[in-house]
């Protein structure tokens, strides 16, 4: 993957440093940033900083991953980002099991209802533009929750390692999510390259993608990978079901649907084994994490609600829809 072109001065300083051997003399000032989720050049400049982290960039010297100067910039980045997070989406935790408290936050957090609409309503070129969206992060699924592994010990760890298995294909190659997720692309014409559809999608797409790199990067934040990656596992079975509804009545195949398909049986079993196993374990071991597991599943949804609208309003869509879905 070559580096995406820059949106603005923090991406631009970025690329121009990554391009070169040594830091270019002089820096640049991040500072106070409104509604960082949807700051094209902040996330793009994350994302770019964060991918270093992944497979890096064939036009930046692998050893630049570890670049005291790119690392200290990226720390710049995520302080807007993360006051932010911790502003709009930290929740109070309780002495209740914390997998209840889980479940309570996904019944109250609101949103719009956003796969009765691409299940009903949506035309192709709308639910090609989803998948694209969700390409970004779904091409490497996966990849940021398993930077928990070794960070874990005994039934939590077992519980994030037993999920990863199977959103890795249980060992099988064509059976990794990412590859039934290209499966899907390919049916509606897009190009399943691994980080290619990057330079043309919003902030708040490169957003979803960043939380679970920032909390998957820093040790600090396991807590809330933890509770990023059951806030995900707890929402995925009935809208996955609904996403093939609207897949198949647009023409995909069965294979072409698989990808949605798949995730109804497996996250109906990892939404207990997340919650209970993997958070409540965890939460075991570290009573004083609660909150920080509450804080990665209140981040989830919240970027998931921002990304809905985004493309929702985009398509002239959302009024209707809401109406609808009452």
Not at 129 to 139: D, G, I, K, M, T
Not at 192 to 204: C, F, I, Q, S
Not at 294 to 309: M, P
Request: glycine share 6%.
């Amino acid at each position: 993957m070559q580096l995406p072109a820059p949106r603005g001065p923090l991406t631009a300083w970025l690329t121009d440093n990554l391009q070169r051997r040594d830091v270019v003399s002089g820096d640049i000032e991040v500072g106070v940033r409104d509604r960082p989720y949807a700051d094209d050049d902040l996330q793009l400049a994350l994302w770019i900083a964060y991918e270093l982290q992944y497979r890096g960039f064939e036009d930046v010297d692998p050893e630049r991953q570890w670049d005291p100067d790119i690392i200290a910039f990226r720390s710049r980045l995520e302080r807007p980002w993360l006051d932010w997070l911790q502003t709009n989406c930290r929740v109070p935790a309780d002495d209740r099991p914390v997998a209840e408290q889980l479940r309570e936050l996904i019944n109250t957090t609101g949103g719009p209802k956003f796969a009765p609409y691409l299940r009903r309503h949506a035309t192709r070129e709308q639910f090609r533009e989803f998948v694209l969206n969700r390409s970004v992060y779904q091409l490497k699924e996966a990849d940021p929750h398993s930077f928990g592994i070794p960070r874990l010990d005994g039934p939590a760890k077992a519980a994030l390692v037993e999920i990863e298995a199977d959103e890795y294909g249980g060992g099988r190659a064509d059976r990794m999510h990412s590859e039934l997720f290209r499966t899907t692309m390919r049916w509606l014409d897009l190009d399943d390259t691994y980080g290619r559809y990057v330079p043309e999608v919003p902030a708040v797409t490169l957003a979803l993608s960043n939380v679970m790199s920032l909390f998957a990067i820093h040790c600090r934040w396991v807590g809330a990978l933890l509770g990023h990656l059951a806030a995900f596992e707890m929402t995925s079975t009935l809208p996955n079901r609904q996403y093939a509804t609207g897949a198949i009545r647009l023409g995909a195949s069965e294979d072409q649907a698989r990808y949605f398909t798949e995730h109804v049986e497996a996250d109906a079993v990892h939404e207990q084994i997340a919650a209970h196993d993997m958070c409540g374990s965890y939460v075991q071991q570290h009573p004083e994490a609660a909150g920080d597991v509450l804080f990665g599943a209140s981040c989830a949804l919240a970027l998931d609600n921002l990304f809905v609208e985004e493309l929702l309003t985009r398509w002239g869509a959302l009024d209707a829809q809401v109406a609808r879905s009452g």
